[in-house]
Each structure stands twice: as structure tokens, then as C-alpha cells.
């Protein structure tokens, strides 16, 4: 009797298992918009430092979070069908890339929360309301909080080719607030007595006749403005330098070791893994209006002496002092 009994409760146990089963929560798995100028393959290192941010969080893809990846591949043009896409997904956040993939996001929502990894002055652009009440759906780094940062720059390839009198800039006029950047270092320069010849590229397919020009200007060196188009194509950007034998300064690190002469501005790789954190943030429930924009705090001078050396430029010891890594 006993025995029928242990059956009986067997019965009713196995009974209750997939109830039981059944009322567990399904864990959530989150969509994540990306999106970015570049090529997957061009990309890939700050792709990587952002995804290895997340994993850090806890964060693993096919697990608990599914990406959405557009890549305009170069072409600014395909940036807001890419955006409109992510919006009509209506992913839980997206991550942006610098100022144009931002007004192209803006542009396709203002609800789903966004995050932003190299934005240039974003309150100057329009993205948000202040660095410290962002408001609205945009949230995440600066990497130059200010126009400012061009003139530093401008100081820079001075010090490094002294006898310049007249210095190029190499612009794309579309961001907003890019001509505000080109009025900054146009300033900086008549400071030093220096002229500028601005040249227009808005896309890969104008470097060769941009550079021409600049050749033609006689130009000492030449300030390359912060974009994606000229960051995504940076080995085509530095190639065409060195054959036209321009002493460039670029924002980022990656330029020069592709081969540029000297580079002033913030780490990439760390606002892409710092970017992790802000969607960490929205998707615990944080609104992005209230999450202060991070600046950058530390920007970072590498020179590359071997492209100094190939352009017969003798830089100056102060300024290898200056130098947070030289590249020999």
C-alpha cells in the first residue's frame, strides 16, 4: 500500500514539473542597433572593443543580446535608409558612430534611446541640450567637447614644420557644426600668420583631386578635420599624404600607424568600450535625457618618425618630449 502511495505522489510530482517549468521567466534578450560609416573590416577594432565592453557586462551575443549591424561602407549617402531601418526594427538602444551617423539616427527617431561614441561638440551640432542634461533620446561620449581641440592640433604640425607659411585643411562641409571646426583653426591660424587653403571631400571619391590641391596650394602640412569618411578611409587618406608629401596632423591614433605623421586627440578604442556602459545603463532602465555625456579628458600626441623621416622633416626634440608615444 505504501508502495502505490509513493507512486501516486510520483505521479503527481512529474504532473507539476512542467507547470512549474512553465512559470520560470524567459530572460530577456535585448536588440542592440549599430550602426557606422566604415566597412565591417574597417571598423572591426572598435567594432570589438565595444562587444568585449558588453561581454565585460554580462552581455553575450545569441544569449541575451542580438545585434543589428549596418555599415554604409564609405558612403555617407546610405546613412539614413541604414538608420530608418534600425528605427523601424525598434531595437532597444542604438550606438552610433561620429557626427553624421548621429544626425542621421536623429533624424529617424527621437524615442528609441541612443548612444552616441564619437560625437564633436554635441551641443554646438544639436544632439543634446547640455553635457550635463543631455534631454531627449541621445546620450553617450564627446570626443572633442569643444572646437578648441583644432587649434591645439594646428599648434601641433606648427611645432613640427616651423617654416610653414601657408597650412591646408581638409574638410567635409556636411557634419553640423564642421564649419565651425574650420573657422576655429582658420582663427588659429591668422594668430601664428599663418595662411589657410580649406579643400572640400565629402566622400573617398574626392581625396585624389583634394590632395592635388592642396599640392598645388604649396601648403607646409595640412590639418585633417575629425570625420568618418576621412577616419574609415584612413589607409587612402595617409597613402595619398605621403605621395603628395604632406605633413598631415590627424584626430586619431589609427592614422598614424597606418603611416601619418602625427595624430592629437582621444583614445577610440576606450569611448567604444566606455559607450558598453551607457547601454548597459538604458537597458537596466536609465533614461538617456539623464545620463551626462562623458568628455574626453585625456587626449594623447603620437608621431610617427619614420613617415617624419620619408618626409624630411626634422622634428623638433621639445616636441618628441611632448609626445605620449613615438613611433620609430
Given amino acids: 500500500m505504501a508502495f502505490v502511495r509513493g507512486l501516486a505522489g510520483l505521479a503527481v510530482l512529474l504532473l507539476a514539473l512542467p507547470l512549474a517549468c512553465a512559470a520560470q521567466p524567459r530572460a530577456k534578450v535585448y536588440r542592440i542597433g549599430y550602426i557606422q560609416t566604415a566597412t565591417p573590416e574597417?571598423?572591426?577594432?572598435?567594432?570589438?572593443?565595444?562587444?568585449?565592453g558588453l561581454r565585460l557586462l554580462g552581455y553575450v551575443e545569441g544569449g541575451n543580446v542580438v545585434f543589428e549591424r549596418r555599415f554604409a561602407w564609405g558612403d555617407q549617402k546610405r546613412l539614413p535608409e541604414l538608420a530608418t531601418?534600425?528605427?523601424?526594427?525598434?531595437?532597444?538602444?542604438?550606438?552610433?558612430?561620429?557626427?553624421?551617423?548621429?544626425?542621421?539616427v536623429q533624424r529617424a527617431t527621437r524615442t528609441i534611446p541612443v548612444v552616441m561614441t564619437t560625437s564633436r561638440d554635441p551641443v554646438g551640432s544639436g544632439f543634446v541640450a547640455s553635457l550635463a542634461r543631455p534631454g531627449g533620446n541621445i546620450t553617450g561620449i564627446?570626443?572633442?567637447?569643444?572646437?578648441?581641440?583644432?587649434?591645439k592640433r594646428l599648434e601641433l604640425l606648427l611645432a613640427a614644420v616651423p617654416c610653414a607659411s601657408s597650412i591646408g585643411l581638409l574638410w567635409n562641409p556636411l557634419?553640423?557644426?564642421?564649419?565651425?571646426?574650420?573657422?576655429t583653426v582658420g582663427s588659429a591660424a591668422r594668430k601664428h600668420g599663418v595662411?589657410?587653403?580649406a579643400v572640400e571631400a565629402r566622400g573617398r571619391e574626392d581625396f585624389e583631386r583634394a590632395f592635388a590641391a592642396l599640392t598645388q596650394y604649396g601648403v607646409g602640412g595640412v590639418v585633417v578635420l575629425p570625420d568618418p569618411v576621412f577616419f574609415t578611409a584612413r589607409k587612402q587618406v595617409v597613402e595619398l599624404a605621403a605621395k603628395h608629401r604632406v605633413p598631415a596632423v590627424y584626430h586619431a591614433r589609427e592614422l598614424v600607424e597606418e603611416g601619418g605623421l602625427m595624430s592629437y586627440g582621444s583614445s577610440l578604442d576606450y569611448q567604444f568600450r566606455r559607450a558598453a556602459t551607457y547601454v548597459d545603463r538604458i537597458l537596466k532602465g536609465a533614461k538617456p535625457g539623464e545620463l551626462p555625456v562623458e568628455q574626453a579628458t585625456k587626449f594623447e600626441l603620437v608621431i610617427n618618425m619614420r613617415a617624419a623621416k620619408a618626409l624630411g622633416i626634422a622634428v623638433p626634440a621639445t616636441l618628441r618630449l611632448q609626445a605620449d608615444e613615438v613611433i620609430e
Fill in 195 to 197: 595662411v589657410v587653403h
Fill in 175 to 183: 557634419p553640423p557644426a564642421a564649419k565651425l571646426y574650420r573657422d
Fill in 85 to 104: 531601418e534600425l528605427a523601424a526594427l525598434k531595437v532597444d538602444v542604438i550606438v552610433t558612430g561620429g557626427n553624421p551617423v548621429i544626425v542621421a
Fill in 142 to 151: 564627446s570626443a572633442d567637447p569643444t572646437p578648441e581641440v583644432q587649434s
Fill in 42 to 52: 574597417e571598423q572591426a577594432p572598435l567594432t570589438k572593443a565595444f562587444e568585449e
